[in-house]
C-alpha cells in the first residue's frame, strides 16, 4: 500500500489538460487529481499515453475496452486526437483515473465510492 502526501492509500497524481477535445467538461489549462494505476470503468476520464505520439499524455473517455486495449475519445469531436484516429490505446498505457478537477472550478468526476 502506498501512502502520498495527502495520508491517502493509494498515489495520486496532478495533471493539466492541454486542448479543448474534453469541452465542455475539462478546458484547456484545468488542473485535474487522477488515481494512478486504478482499475478503469467505462465512462471514467482517463490519462494515457498517446500511442502514435508516446512521449505525450492525453486526457480521454474511456468508452470501451476490447482485447487490444481501451477505446478513449475526447467529448469534443472535432477538436479531439483519439481513438478514432490512433485505434485502441494498450491497457498498459492507461495511466489512471481523473476523480477530480481542482482548480479553477472543483468538481469530483467520480463517485465517493470510487476513492474510499
Known sequence: ???????????????????DSM???????????MLENS??????????????????RIVKKAVRADSNGWWLE????????????????AHGWIEGVVVARYWPRPRLLVSLNRIR
Open 1 to 19: 500500500m502506498t501512502i502520498n502526501s495527502f495520508g491517502l492509500p493509494f498515489k495520486v497524481r496532478r495533471e493539466v489538460v492541454v486542448g
Open 23 to 33: 469541452l465542455p467538461l475539462l478546458a484547456d489549462g484545468d488542473w485535474l487529481l
Open 39 to 56: 482499475a478503469i470503468k467505462q465512462g471514467e476520464i482517463v490519462v494515457a499515453r498517446q500511442p502514435d505520439q508516446p512521449g505525450r
Open 74 to 89: 475526447g467529448l469534443n469531436a472535432d477538436s479531439s486526437e483519439d481513438s478514432r484516429s490512433f485505434g485502441p490505446v
